[in-house]
């Protein structure tokens, strides 16, 4: 069993700064990936970044911009979301996610596809709030 709390969620303005951090517990060896994602008001959750965890590789959705930076230190079990530059629209519930992922699955998501179905365990989530 997997179990993923995150924390850092908030409310600041428009152009600050916020640091998501997901702490993971429990029998990480069936993980090799953790990602970002996030539902804003009223929409569907979507993808944010991910990063496969043997090896750092990275993949970000295309409306961060350069503006959010994923990272992990194994030695805490933590991935953290570093979001510069927020902008209102990035209001959202923001949820940590983990799984043992393919090769293939990998390479969807280094494609752009990064779908929540391929994580199967998620974390309670963070808010979020960009005024």
């Known amino acids: 069993h997997v179990q993923l709390v995150e924390s850092g969620g908030g409310s600041v303005q428009a152009g600050g700064s916020l640091r998501l951090s997901c702490v993971v517990s429990g029998n990480t060896s069936h993980t090799n990936s953790m990602a970002w994602f996030r539902r804003p008001p009223g929409k569907e959750r979507e993808g944010v970044a991910a990063i496969y965890t043997d090896g750092g590789a990275t993949a970000y959705a295309k409306y961060t911009e350069d503006r959010f930076i994923i990272s992990q230190d194994k030695g805490k079990n933590t991935v953290c979301l570093q979001m510069d530059s927020l902008k209102p629209e990035d209001t959202a519930k923001y949820y940590c996610?983990?799984?043992?992922?393919?090769?293939?699955?990998?390479?969807?998501?280094?494609?752009?596809?990064?779908?929540?179905?391929?994580?199967?365990?998620w974390g309670q989530g963070t808010q979020v709030t960009v005024s």
């Open positions: 996610a983990a799984d043992k992922v393919s090769y293939v699955q990998w390479l969807l998501v280094l494609s752009g596809r990064l779908e929540e179905g391929l994580y199967g365990h």
